[in-house]
């Protein structure tokens, strides 16, 4: 599935891309519906976060096949090249701060709780 996505936004430019198109791809505003690559959501267009696509692409991809237990070089984490772990732990902090965000956003909009008690002695 994340082939055929990936796929989708082959030859995609949001610097290029005529109004409708920005608007579908997300590259102007958060999307309603994200997109969704190998488990990690985007609610932007996923080339807006880098100009480099197979960059990113690597990122993501080693990034989670880390998370599952798959080193992408021979040996033990502290045996990979010092930019795999340095990248490895820069992912983990964007999504750490993406879901801060999204507590912070659900916690906001939570109903505010009833003053006083409901318990009237």
């Known amino acids: 599935m994340a082939v055929l996505q990936k796929e ?3 030859g995609h430019d949001c610097k ?3 109004p409708q198109v920005k608007r579908l ?3 102007d505003e958060p999307l ?3 997109w969704v690559f190998d488990g990690l959501s985007f609610d932007r267009c996923p080339l807006f976060y880098a100009e480099d696509s197979a960059w990113l692409t690597f990122a993501f991809e080693t990034y989670n096949w880390i998370e599952k237990g798959f080193l992408p070089f021979p040996g033990t984490f502290l045996d990979q090249p010092n ?3 340095e990248l ?3 992912v983990d902090y964007l999504m750490g701060e ?3 965000a999204e507590r912070a956003r659900i916690r906001n909009q939570a109903p505010p709780k009833r003053s006083g008690s409901a318990f009237k002695a």
């Open 88 to 90: 490895v732990n820069y």
């Open 25 to 27: 791809m997300g590259c």
């Open 32 to 34: 309603e519906t994200p």
């Open 83 to 85: 930019k795999v772990i």
């Open 16 to 18: 290029t891309a005529s």
């Open 8 to 10: 989708a936004i082959k």
């Open 98 to 100: 993406k879901a801060n």
